[in-house]
């Protein structure tokens, strides 16, 4: 079952917060976040496991709410660099995962 | 360390017409991965190998599409007869293997069907 991602899109002026919400009808195992650039492959971000933990590295962090199965991408202080499109891959135990449609990221200076 | 490789980068055929993809997981990886993404989508699974074995080709459309994974290493993606609707990329990606590791995509395959 595919996730849902909010919002489809978003546009950010360089210094600005972002946040992106991925959601799951079904009981999920892991989270996984991957940013994908135009024209290039997708980069793994980070992963959060069953267990409510938040993860992060430099400005970008993310948790999980395993009671809502909903897990949100937070973006601070957002750089010219963070430009692209962000996925939510969402795993049941045993399963592959389901990725969602994608978030499309735009930071202006 | 290497990346995953996929060749070729890019690929116009006639429809009817067969092509197949190559893939070279990152070394170690057990795990790998073909998935389609279409414009503006996110990717979605062909086909999951673990080592040798296919463990999840439920949607490989089995009719024109076929893999292999020889020796535990290298991959390949093969479409015969290829239709307009097939054109995408395809990408592959490789992981360690076991439920919730990280998986690194290769640069994809763009395929371009006429």
């Known amino acids: 079952q595919q996730p849902v991602q909010s919002p489809q899109a978003v546009i950010l002026r360089e210094g600005e917060d972002a946040v992106i919400n991925c959601s799951s009808s079904?009981?999920?195992?892991?989270v996984h976040w991957y940013r994908q650039k135009h024209g290039e492959a997708p980069v793994f971000l980070m992963i959060?496991?069953?267990?409510?933990e938040q993860k992060g590295h430099d400005k970008i962090s993310a948790s999980f709410n395993e009671k809502k199965q909903q897990s949100s991408l937070y973006l601070t202080a957002s750089q010219l660099s963070y430009s692209g499109t962000y996925f939510c891959?969402?795993?049941?135990?045993?399963?592959?995962?389901?990725f969602g449609k994608g978030t499309s990221l735009l930071v202006t200076p | 360390e290497a990346g995953v490789v996929q060749s070729p980068r890019y690929k116009i055929i006639e429809k009817k017409q067969p092509v197949a993809f190559w893939c070279n997981p990152i070394?170690?990886?057990?795990?790998l991965y073909w998935y389609l993404q279409n414009l503006g989508q996110g990717p979605e699974l062909l086909i999951r190998?673990?080592?040798?074995?296919?463990?999840?080709d439920s949607q490989l459309p089995k009719d024109r599409f076929s893999a292999e994974r020889l020796k535990g290493v290298d991959s390949t993606l093969k479409i015969q007869p290829a239709e307009l609707g097939d054109s995408a990329v395809y990408l592959c990606?490789?992981?360690?293997?076991?439920?919730?590791?990280?998986?690194?995509f290769g640069p994809g395959t763009r395929l371009t069907v006429t």
């Open positions: 990606a490789s992981s360690l293997g076991g439920t919730g590791g990280e998986q690194y």
């Open positions: 079904k009981a999920l195992y892991s």
């Open positions: 959060l496991l069953k267990g409510g």
């Open positions: 891959g969402t795993e049941m135990l045993g399963y592959a995962l389901n």
């Open positions: 070394s170690g990886h057990n795990t």
């Open positions: 190998y673990e080592n040798e074995e296919a463990v999840d």
